[in-house]
């Protein structure tokens, strides 16, 4: 199984370019989060998605748009990139239960991006 | 509200044994988590802990929960150079499904 993969691993961007991370998972979770990660500051959460055809606000959307296509993919748009917005990115797909009630997080790889 | 505070960096020497300290002030969260990163990777779980338990042993990991502080440690007994990463706790806010992440502590073990 593939888990979670996240495309593009790298991207440099300028500042006002516009661009889409892609998500993916094949484990059938349905629920699908983006966080971004920042020295000193941890991960913060952006948008996620408790099931299909839903999506919330984390602490951090604002120049942010999420779009969950479906079950499997979750995508991130940056409409206007800002240097502010020059992060590593991750995907994380989860399900609730396995018999214990956790809601354990799956992460991809991560998506490093650089706005100038 | 959420917040998760935990120490920027630890180090310990290999062979000793190594807590990594948390707070969280969200006092509804059930489950509480602590993951790994290394280097160039994504977050993984290590384990996790119920709310209504005070500990959880998990070969060489202990966690300790003290739900009145709303602290939480992470033990690693015999640290090994390969445990060098940056460990995260994480609580789950009852009612939403979500994580939200402490600021992660950056464990070096040196030989």
């Not at chain 1, 999420?66 to 940056?78: G, Y």
Request: glycine residues 10%; aromatic residues 10%; charged residues 20%.
């Amino acid at each position: 199984n593939a888990g979670v993969t996240q495309t593009p691993k790298f991207q440099v961007l300028k500042t006002g370019q516009s661009m889409t991370l892609q998500c993916a998972q094949d484990m059938n979770h349905n629920s699908m989060y983006w966080y971004r990660q920042d020295p000193g500051m941890g991960l913060r959460l952006i948008y996620y998605s408790a099931s299909e055809g839903t999506t919330d606000k984390g602490e951090v959307p604002n120049g942010y748009n999420v779009s969950r296509l479906n079950k499997r993919e979750f995508s991130l748009r940056l409409e206007s990139a800002a240097p502010s917005q020059t992060s590593v990115y991750f995907c994380a797909s989860s399900v609730i239960g396995g018999g214990t009630g956790a809601n354990v997080l799956t992460f991809g790889a991560g998506s490093r991006l650089t706005v100038l | 509200g959420e917040d998760v505070e935990q120490s920027l960096f630890l180090s310990v020497r290999e062979g000793d044994s190594s807590v990594i300290n948390c707070t969280y002030t969200d006092s509804s969260s059930t489950y509480l988590y602590w993951y790994k990163q290394e280097p160039g990777a994504g977050l993984q779980l290590l384990t996790y802990i119920f709310s209504n338990m005070d500990m959880k042993q998990d070969q060489r990991l202990t966690v300790l929960l003290n739900k009145k502080d709303k602290h939480l440690s992470l033990r690693i007994a015999d640290t090994q150079t390969g445990d060098s990463a940056i460990y995260f706790c994480a609580e789950s806010p009852a009612g939403f499904q979500k994580l939200v992440f402490g600021t992660g502590t950056r464990l070096l073990v040196s030989p």
